[in-house]
């Protein structure tokens, strides 16, 4: 596949789609940027038949921290049987952001399909983007997007390992993007110099329902990010509009809850509201449906709310001020604008959140604090905010809330210290910690950003193929604290590693 030239977009504060433009004939940009349809709602049918076997689509992908964010345009899907019989399993359009589901699931549709021996698909893709940022000697901070208005159908790539059985039980199905496959560039500044090449490479897995624990490859999902758009107080559930996706597209989840659901910022499922922003943990059930082991609204205000997920790249130690990597956008703005790149947020009166039940920090050696003065650029967080326009400096932030994000690197030591296990992780150069940390003007001084300390407790999830050894690379999944200069994770789950 040959690479093409980037137009640049090289600097902080992006609105809009300031893009890097590639494809023979440019359609309509990606997710906001005036690409319209709609995803698979929960529960649809995505077959032919609405008698078939329920099964649940989810997505994933397998990535090095090269970049932090990637979104694919899937207009189709299809499986295709051993008898050659073809059943689409996506038929309207779907926009997963896939850096965020780094070694973590996220269900897209549920629906039906018929019995049956599925060895191969058939993919369509329309338009696709990915983001870098990096700190260069003399050009400074650089953010820069890169897009195929239409990806060519040569550049795709999807295959199906093995055979996808499906019976007359319930069926989990996986989408897994390979994104150092799937995406390259030469460097981040931009300009005419730079080359990149956005080449999708998925694979198709059968997956377990209803096995989801600390120990199993079941699928336990966390950290799913939505607004509530209808509440069923009578049967315990309640939909959510996930936030990969328009205003006009995007998964639909019907998410029920049960007595063990641990509510967060609000008391009961009777406190939700319709348009409440919710970060939520589920369990995919035996029966495709969607449990949710917890539920978190970090903003009870929904007047002209927004919400912004993704890491930040510089925290300015001069104004109360920090940009943001807009890995999702959600809300009032998202039916009239959408940025990718960074935006300026201003924090000076939002309330600092940690994302999880407390019991997910409680007997730690270190104390789990997140707030302004321990902000760092490299951490994942949740942004809301109560704007019907974006302004003409930075967005004013209600709440900030640091939320869980994969980092993947190199073993150095393992200790334990009281209830953990610690692993030393060494980070790659490119790695957003290391190559953002002490920027000229950025608020605090890492003592060493290519190292993060990680705390494994008893739950959490250990997913390698074989127990964790020095030397070798693994995905650790958490929320990453500043300890007084020192990277600390705790770690909700652990996953082989990508080549570094």
Known sequence: MPTFPSMTAARAHLRGCVVMVAAASVLLLLAGCGGQGSGMTSGSSSSSGAHGTPIVLLASSTANDRIPQLQIQITSLNLISDSGTSVPLVAAPLYPEMIHLNGVWEPLATGNLPPGNYTSAAVTLGSALFVCTSYESG????????????????????????????????????????????????????????????????????????????????????????????????????????????????????????????????????????????????????????????????????????????????????????????????????????????????????????????????????QPIFSASTAVAGQNVSVTSQVPLFPAGALPASTVTLVPQSLNGTVRAIARSGDYTVYVLKLATYDTFPDLANQPGESLAIANPSIVVVYAGADSRMLTANPIAVGNVYRFYGQVFNDQGVLRMVCLQASDGVPL
Request: a negative charge; charged letters at 10%; hydrophobic letters at 35%.
């Open 139 to 366: 050009s400074g901070l650089q953010t820069s997007t890169f897009v195929y208005g239409q990806v060519p159908a040569s550049s795709i790539h999807i295959s199906v390992p093995a055979p996808i059985k499906v019976t007359s039980t319930p069926t989990g199905i996986l989408l897994t993007l390979n994104v150092s496959s799937s995406a390259s560039f030469s460097s981040c500044q931009g300009g005419t110099a730079t080359n990149f090449s956005i080449t999708p490479t998925m694979t198709l897995t059968s997956v377990a329902l209803g096995s989801g624990s600390s120990t199993s490859t079941g699928a336990l999902v966390t950290g799913m990010e939505g607004l509530v758009t209808s509440i069923r107080s009578g049967n315990s559930s309640f939909t959510v509009a996930g936030a990969d996706g328009t205003a006009l597209s995007g998964p639909t989840w019907q998410i029920n809850t049960d007595s063990n659901t641990i509510f967060q910022g609000i008391g009961s499922l009777d406190q939700l509201g319709e348009g409440m922003p919710v970060d939520i943990d589920v369990n995919p059930q035996s029966d495709g449906s969607l449990l949710a082991t917890r539920v978190s609204v970090f903003d009870l205000n929904t007047t002209d709310l927004n919400v912004f997920t993704g890491p930040m790249n510089f925290v300015s130690s001069v104004n109360p001020t920090f940009s943001l990597i807009g890995q999702q956008q959600q809300g009032y703005l998202d039916s009239t604008s959408y940025f990718s790149g960074a935006e300026l947020i201003d924090d000076r009166n939002a309330s600092f959140l940690i994302a999880g039940p407390p019991s997910r920090f409680s007997g730690l050696p270190f």
